[in-house]
């Protein structure tokens, strides 16, 4: 599929398509009919969900998963020479920029969340992920408790950075808590020495360790600082016909043995460009997550 990659538009709604006419019912459907485009978020580093692979050109889990919707609303919508394009995004701008019209689905590591849905909505739960920390072996940092005192970075406009503050308060660590503008910046900041830690979700601190110069020389923590978060596909919120089709197109691809193929080819296969892999195998709750799809917040609704 030829793709196109698009600047970022600017956050000012007057340079986009007026997020009051995309707020209402249908407003993304009539979009796409409009533009015949629809335009995907990419991120740099999510690896293996939605990252720049070979070329600079965007790739990943969550990018086959979006690709997978394309496929279906061309179909649905009678659309069959639907372009897609690709606009860049980060932790700090992925929400604004799809509310005002520049974007218009996203598949990475965006935490389906209660208070987000005040601003964006989801559709069906593709990964579980748990919040946990990276250091260097040498520092010895086991268990949370031994962050007492330590310097611990988290990326901006992120829940974990949200998470880490009341982590701290609550189990009266006295961390010294940084933020980075990316996942890339907080994992240099743990190498050179300005943190002792990088707290963000499990699956990509994972990447970040596989994909580093020396990836011995880091650990995983195996304790989580809470609850399993799920990620699904943000879109607009207001916009039940668009979510319609997503949702039919998600639960059709998780609850086939595609899903399966495809979990395959991110987690536990190498991946491009430099050929590692994530030992990640498909855990049992994100496996019954996928067989009766959801895309709620609560985990309660989740079987576990």
């Known amino acids: 599929m030829k793709s196109v990659h698009i600047p970022i ?29 629809i335009t995907l978020a990419s991120r740099e580093v999510s690896i293996p969900i939605n990252y720049l692979g070979e070329n600079q050109q965007p790739v990943g889990y969550g990018i086959d998963i979006c690709l997978h919707v394309v496929e279906h609303l061309k179909k649905k919508l009678n659309l069959p020479n639907l372009k897609v394009a690709y606009s860049p995004v980060n932790s700090t701008n992925r929400m604004p ?5 520049t974007t218009d689905i996203q598949c990475a590591s965006d935490g389906n969340l209660e208070e987000r849905w005040k601003q964006v909505g989801f559709s069906n739960t593709y990964f579980m992920s748990g919040m946990k920390y990276l250091a260097k072996k040498s520092l010895k940092l086991s268990t949370l408790e031994d ?27 006295g961390m010294k808590i940084l933020s980075s503008t990316d996942h890339a910046e907080g994992f240099l900041m743990v190498e050179t020495g300005r943190a002792d830690a990088f707290a963000l979700d499990d699956v990509l601190l994972a990447s970040l360790i596989a ?24 879109i607009r919120k207001d916009d039940p016909e668009f979510k319609r089709l997503v949702d039919e197109a998600t639960a059709e691809l998780y609850t086939s043995p595609k899903i399966k193929v495809l979990y395959a080819k991110w987690f536990t296969s190498p991946i491009p460009p430099k050929g590692i892999s994530m030992n990640l195998p498909m855990s049992d709750a994100l ?8 895309d709620s917040f609560d985990l309660s609704k989740y079987p576990m």
Do not use: H, W
């Open 9 to 37: 538009c600017g956050l000012l709604l007057g340079l986009c398509l007026p997020l009051a006419s995309l707020a209402q019912e249908g407003g993304t459907i009539r979009k796409l009919k409009e533009t015949n485009t």
């Open 97 to 101: 920029l799809l509310a005002n019209g």
């Open 147 to 173: 962050l007492k005192g330590k310097t611990v970075v988290s990326t901006a406009g992120t829940l974990n950075l949200k998470l880490l503050y009341e982590f701290n308060e609550k189990m009266k660590l």
């Open 211 to 234: 994909t580093s110069k020396e990836p011995a020389n880091y650990a995983l923590s195996k304790a989580d600082f809470g609850p399993p978060l799920p990620y699904g596909p943000m």
């Open 287 to 294: 496996s019954k997550a996928l067989a009766k799809p959801s």
